[in-house]
């Protein structure tokens, strides 16, 4: 877990593309957001390894972020059962779940459905919310906090100072 947190460190205070953090964050919001069990998570999981992305920042996001889904449950269970009752989409649907492998994305489950379009519809809103944060961290947060008696005092602990010779990288603990 200290590694993940340091990788993060590492990435937000170095000359990295924000983007690659954003995108992290925003597919382990995804991620958070769909119920795990079904093959629609982990296809969008392995998809997310195939993608340059930090993989840091999207595990941590998902870590922190899935005890929050099951707030938005009942949004989530409304949207999907809203697509999944569309006249409209009744025999694309049931044609869909009548082919090999695919029920077991288990589309046909109101919470599924709701998730993944709600993700669908979040995943550039929260990479594009990122993208701001990062560049006002960098900007704006990361010199002053070097600065700080706390990140100094932090310094002189020897578990820290250890971390700081094993994450060279870290810019603005240096």
Not at 12 to 32: D, H, I
Not at 143 to 158: N, R, T, V
Request: net charge positive; glycine share 4%.
């Amino acid at each position: 877990m200290i590694s993940f947190f340091a990788k993060i460190l590492v990435a937000l205070n170095s000359n990295s593309r924000s983007a690659e953090l954003s995108s992290g964050v925003a597919f382990g919001f995804c991620l958070a957001l769909i119920p795990g069990g079904n093959l629609l998570w982990v296809m969008i999981f392995c998809i997310a390894f195939l993608l340059k992305h930090n993989l840091a920042a999207m595990l941590l996001s998902l870590l922190l972020l899935s005890p929050l889904a099951p707030l938005l449950d009942p949004l989530l269970h409304k949207t999907g059962y809203l697509i999944l009752t569309l006249p409209v989409l009744q025999n694309t649907l049931a044609g869909l779940y009548n082919m090999p492998v695919l029920p077991w994305l288990k589309f046909n489950n109101t919470m599924v459905m709701g998730s993944f379009i709600w993700s669908l519809i979040l995943w550039l809103p929260v990479f594009i919310l990122f993208q701001i944060l990062i560049v006002l961290y960098r900007n704006k947060v990361a010199s002053k906090l070097s600065e700080s008696k706390f990140i100094k005092g932090l310094k002189k602990i020897p578990i820290v100072s250890k971390l700081l010779k094993a994450y060279s990288k870290l810019s603005f603990l240096h």
